[in-house]
């Protein structure tokens, strides 16, 4: 056990995290995200409500659907990640529920509060369980206890009832993985992981493999591949940003994202391979073939579905493409690597029959 | 000759005038699934507590230390061309080095295996 976001959660469970890992990939893994903060931004009617928010994410939300869920980051005023989160329309009415990430949900809610318009208001959730049903298996084991789980789409989501537990059901995950994300009234969360864990093809993962599915995904853990220095642009996560708040702006920090979307930014987050068989881990610094500095490592280690190192990082742009050559220094030694494309593991949504994956 | 063992979870043994060296069965659980061991060259001098090796898993990266001074004289390529070999048979085919020794007196300073597993019950 760790303390994360000040909970005591598990690093792993006794499979440990490489088997978890590889199980979530195979069949269904089962993770305890309560830690992560959810809540709803409440305005008299969608526009509202969506246009209060959209001041401090440069994500579309005035035209997201019912039953739809977007990622988009909270910007500071000077254009940085304070944090990246999940907005999602429950309803016609003025209602955007967030997720935000447990380590900056007080944060955040200090910041909404601060900076929402008085006539919009933010409402925490804070006795809601979330749990997360991860992998090729997923749908087939919720569908048993939710049939209608199986088809919803990739960032949709409805309320459901699991046996006799009213949830709200998204399809999505952090793993790179088919899967949902379930949230609940706190009673219910231990007796729906009960449920769930009951199924022969569900097994309970720790920290330790959430971070390893992640970084194979080539998905960001805030604080570590995300911070209030860094832009979304930089981040390469620019498609949290709409086309239409491209064209528009409005929302804090809009100058400098702009200018980097329009001219490029001087730095860029990679997906990084180091050629052995050593990992280079987060902090490693990155060198050019000719041993200047040109960026660090934020995230890395063994990518037990890749078998092999993975890595993420911040480069200087001119050495940011795919396939440059660079060197990791871990314990003093340069390590060959290569700029790579992300996921290191490929992505398999469930986007609708007949959809493709 | 017995197993002698250090407080950062090496264990050292006897063997022809030079003491083979490696991980504890407890450290290697601790690790979890081992990805990558790094060894020191032959010929390598160390002292007692100097790092000595590197073994990561999964999660984290651990050094290994020298539990005594001397210089290497052998290296266990087999771990770090398998490193899941550290997870199978940590206190016998997966040892790391062979040290051979500047002041084998130092071994009286280690625990003995009753004083080793008491230790990791009370950490």
């Known amino acids: 056990m760790v303390e994360f976001a000040g909970y005591e959660m598990p690093v792993q469970f006794p499979l440990g995290v490489m088997k978890e890992h590889l199980h979530t990939r195979e069949k269904a893994g089962l993770f305890d995200v309560s830690h992560m903060g959810q809540a709803v931004i409440v305005g008299a009617d969608h526009e ?3 246009r209060a928010i959209e001041t401090l994410v440069p994500g579309e939300i005035q035209k997201l659907g019912v039953g739809r869920q977007r990622l988009t980051v909270l910007l500071n005023d000077e254009g940085g990640i304070l944090d990246d989160l999940m907005v999602s329309r429950p309803a016609t009415d003025g209602r955007l529920n967030i997720v935000v990430n447990g380590a900056c949900k007080h944060a955040d809610y200090a910041y909404l509060d601060a900076r929402l318009p008085e006539h919009v208001r933010l409402e925490r959730f804070d006795n809601r369980g979330l749990l997360a049903l991860q992998g090729p298996k997923a749908s087939d084991v919720l569908a048993k206890h939710a049939p209608a789980a199986a088809d919803l789409k990739f960032m949709t989501f409805a309320e459901l009832q699991i046996g006799d537990i009213t949830a709200v059901v998204t399809r999505g995950g952090y793993t790179g993985e088919d899967g949902f994300e379930i949230s609940t009234w706190d009673e219910d969360t231990e007796k729906l992981a009960k449920l769930l864990l009951d199924d022969p093809d569900v097994e309970p993962i720790g920290l330790g493999a959430r971070d390893s599915l992640r970084l194979e995904a080539g998905m960001c853990l805030y604080g570590h591949d995300l911070n209030p220095a860094i832009s979304p642009v930089e981040g390469n996560i620019a498609f949290t940003i709409g086309k239409r708040r491209r064209e528009e702006g409005g929302f804090v920090g809009a100058e400098r994202i702009l200018r980097e979307l329009a001219e490029g930014p001087s730095r860029l987050r990679v997906g990084i391979l180091p050629e052995g068989r050593a990992p280079a881990r987060e902090g490693a610094e990155i060198q050019s073939t000719d041993g200047k500095t040109i960026g660090i490592v934020t995230s890395g280690g063994f990518g037990p579905t890749a078998g092999r190192p993975v890595a993420m990082g911040y480069v200087d742009t001119d050495h940011a493409q795919t396939g440059t050559e660079v060197h990791l220094i871990v314990r003093g030694k340069a390590l060959p690597a290569q700029i790579a494309d992300m996921p290191f593991a490929p992505h398999n949504y469930y986007r609708g029959q007949g959809a493709g994956k | 000759m017995s197993v002698k063992y250090t407080k950062d979870h090496e264990w050292a043994r006897e063997d022809g005038g030079v003491y083979v060296v490696g991980i504890s069965a407890h450290a290697a659980e601790q690790l979890g699934d081992v990805v990558f061991v790094e060894l020191p060259e032959v010929g390598k001098t160390l002292s007692k507590g100097d790092d000595m090796a590197v073994v990561e898993s999964v999660k984290a990266a651990s050094d290994v230390y020298a539990p005594i ?55």
């Not at chain 2, 199978?88 to 003995?112: C, H, Q, R, T, Y």
């Open chain 2, 69 to 123: 001074s001397g210089e290497i004289v052998a290296v266990n390529q087999a771990i770090a061309d398998e490193p899941a070999k550290v997870n199978e048979d940590a206190a016998g085919a997966a040892w790391f080095v062979k040290i051979k020794p500047s002041d084998a007196g130092e071994l009286d300073a280690l625990m003995d295996e009753a004083a080793y597993n008491e230790f990791v019950e009370n950490e």
């Open chain 1, 48 to 50: 509202t409500a969506a």
